[in-house]
Each structure stands twice: as C-alpha cells, then as structure tokens.
C-alpha cells in the first residue's frame, strides 16, 4: 500500500468514525490533563491549527488567541467542531493538508495528535507547509504519542509504512499511518531540517515547541 492509498483509508476512517471521535478525551485523565495544558503553552495573536478534528482543542486556543484558522480534511469531524466552537474568530477549513498551502502567516501553528499520521516520507514537506505559515518570530506547538503508547494500538509489522489498525464501533476496520515519534529521534530529524525544538514527554506523549534555528527555513519558503 503506498501513501496515497493508506492516507485515503486514514481520511474514510476519520470521517466514518466521527461521532466516536470524542470518547478519549471522555475517558482518559490524561488526556484531559493535555487539553487543560493549553494554558501553559505560548500561544499568541493569530493562530493556525492543522487537523483540527472536532474541536476538542479549537474551542480552547479561541480563548488564548486573536484569531484560529482551523483545518481539516474530514467534513464530519469539521461539523462537530463548528457546533462546539462558536467564537467569531475562528474559521473552518475543509482542506487536505497534504495539497493545502496556507494563504497567510500566523503567530503561533498549532496541531494535535497529527504528527504521527503523516507518512516519514511526507515529513520534510509537510515541515515546509508549517514553516510557509509560521510568520518570523513564530513557534510552532505540537503535541503527540510517544513510543510507549504503541502498545495501545494494533501496530502493522512489516508494513513499508508505519501503520495501525483502528476498528469503529460498527465493526469496520481501517488503516491509518501511525508514526510514534521518539523524543531524541524527531528533535534529530528536525533539527536536520533546520529547526530548534524543545519536547517534554508527558505520561507516554509528548508536548514540543519548535522554531526555525534560523531565518534559511523562512528564505526557503518565502
């Protein structure tokens, strides 16, 4: 299966799976612990976040923000989010983020749990899309699975793709590209790709704050 084809199955499950998508964060503390961090994070003026979901995080960075563009590929998950998000300064955007390229700069990038579904071999691009959003002085706020929680998922082995497996409550069963990023490995990674970050594991996940090292990530992509 190559990319294009697993991300389509990602995107089925996203929007097949919507009205589940919530029941984590009902269910785990530590989850709730997460989204309580916000408070804590540097977020400023006019934020962007990717992959938004149902909002679950949307509704808080209104409250730290000027303004929240808010995108995501799944029309379901995007519905919840407006239903649960009524601030005036937040925009929806239906938008594969693969294809999307931002149409202005923002103060802060922010995503949730989506790191880890971007496939290795799209991570220098998508990197390239975030930093063509960042405006200068910028930070780039991320949070994610670390390596213990891929004991909670059906891991495939072998697969050309980091990958897992999620069943819905109907029975179907989808794959998804799974990446569960080491702390030491990603601040290698994207330090190779020109960027400093700061990532603090947090009970089997991860909070991390990037920036570019420099201003040759800005000149790349201006």
């Not at 997460?34 to 976040?49: F, K, N, R, W, Y």
């Not at 009524?86 to 938008?95: I, R």
């Not at 405006?135 to 004991?151: R, Y």
Request: proline share 7%; with cysteine.
């Amino acid at each position: 299966m190559d990319d294009d084809a697993l991300l389509a199955e990602q995107l089925a499950y996203y929007r097949a799976g919507a009205a589940e998508y919530d029941r984590p964060y009902a269910q785990l503390a530590d989850l709730q612990d997460l989204l309580a961090s916000v408070d804590t994070l540097p977020i400023t003026g006019d934020v962007l976040e990717l992959a938004c979901g149902t909002g679950q995080w949307t509704r808080l960075l209104a409250t730290r923000a000027r303004s929240v563009t808010a995108v995501d590929a799944a029309a379901e998950t995007l519905a919840l989010a407006r239903a649960r998000t009524d601030a005036p300064t937040v925009e929806f955007v239906e938008a594969d983020l693969f294809a999307w390229r931002p149409p202005r700069r923002y103060d802060t990038v922010f995503f949730s749990f989506w790191l880890s579904h971007v496939p290795p071999a799209r991570l220098p691009r998508f990197w390239s899309t975030v930093a063509e959003a960042l405006a200068p002085g910028g930070k780039v706020i991320f949070i994610d699975d670390g390596p213990a929680e891929a004991a909670t998922e059906v891991v495939l082995a072998d697969h050309p793709v980091p990958a897992a497996v999620r069943r819905l409550d109907d029975g179907s069963e989808y794959r998804i590209v799974k990446v569960f990023h080491d702390p030491r490995t990603l601040t290698r990674d994207l330090t190779a790709l020109g960027w400093s970050v700061r990532i603090r594991p947090v009970a089997g996940r991860f909070i991390a704050v990037a920036e570019p090292a420099n201003d040759t990530v800005h000149r790349i992509n201006s």
